[in-house]
């Protein structure tokens, strides 16, 4: 299973920066590769809700499903990746900086089917994967910072 966690430092309240990343009908103005976001469950928050993301790579569509299965209302949640490509756990944690600011932490942990994808995962879609995370964590920052993503 491969794991990695990155952080980035935001210039906003805790409990603003939680509201968006807690919002997956905006994903796609701010996570990398997000085109589209459709809710499995009625409820759009919390533990138990669900979602199917659609994920662009290299001109190509794909399906992920994603069920929070861990919630701390303005704190952190834990997302299991249900169905899709990848195997997956991700815990994103909104922590509270002296300045008044943000710590916005994604905790990543997936895994690929099969000797053939922990081959790709080693040479090549490891990195792709964790650049994805640096980059939408980074339109998160300039979202919160600047009313817009890039």
Same mark, same amino acid.
């Given at each position: $299973?491969?794991? #990695?966690?990155?952080?980035? !430092?935001?210039?906003?309240?805790?409990?603003?920066? *939680?509201?968006?990343?807690?919002?997956?009908?905006? +994903?796609?103005?701010?996570? =990398?590769?997000? &085109? /589209?976001?459709?809710?499995?469950?009625?409820?759009?928050?919390?533990? =138990?809700?669900?979602?199917?993301?659609?994920?662009?790579?290299?001109? *190509? =569509? *794909?399906?992920?499903?994603?069920?929070?299965?861990?919630?701390?209302?303005? #704190?952190? *949640?834990?997302?299991?990746?249900? %169905?899709?490509?990848?195997?997956?756990?991700?815990? =994103?944690?909104?922590?509270?900086?002296?300045?008044?600011?943000? %710590?916005?932490?994604?905790? &990543?942990?997936?895994?690929?089917?099969?000797?053939?994808?922990?081959?790709?995962?080693?040479?090549?879609?490891?990195? $792709? +994967?964790? %650049?994805?995370? /640096?980059?939408?964590?980074?339109?998160?920052? %300039?979202? $919160? !910072?600047?009313?817009?993503?890039?």
């Amino acid at each position: $299973m491969t794991h #990695y966690r990155k952080s980035i !430092e935001i210039g906003a309240p805790p409990d603003k920066v *939680f509201k968006v990343l807690d919002d997956p009908e905006h +994903f796609p103005e701010w996570v =990398d590769h997000c &085109v /589209e976001v459709k809710f499995l469950t009625p409820k759009k928050h919390g533990l =138990d809700s669900a979602i199917e993301l659609t994920l662009r790579f290299a001109g *190509f =569509d *794909f399906k992920s499903r994603t069920k929070v299965i861990g919630y701390e209302k303005g #704190y952190r *949640f834990t997302i299991e990746g249900t %169905q899709g490509i990848v195997g997956s756990r991700n815990t =994103d944690t909104v922590e509270a900086l002296p300045n008044g600011g943000s %710590q916005v932490i994604w905790d &990543v942990k997936y895994e690929l089917p099969s000797i053939a994808g922990k081959i790709a995962d080693e040479l090549l879609l490891g990195r $792709m +994967f964790e %650049q994805s995370v /640096e980059k939408s964590l980074k339109n998160l920052k %300039q979202k $919160m !910072e600047h009313g817009a993503a890039t």
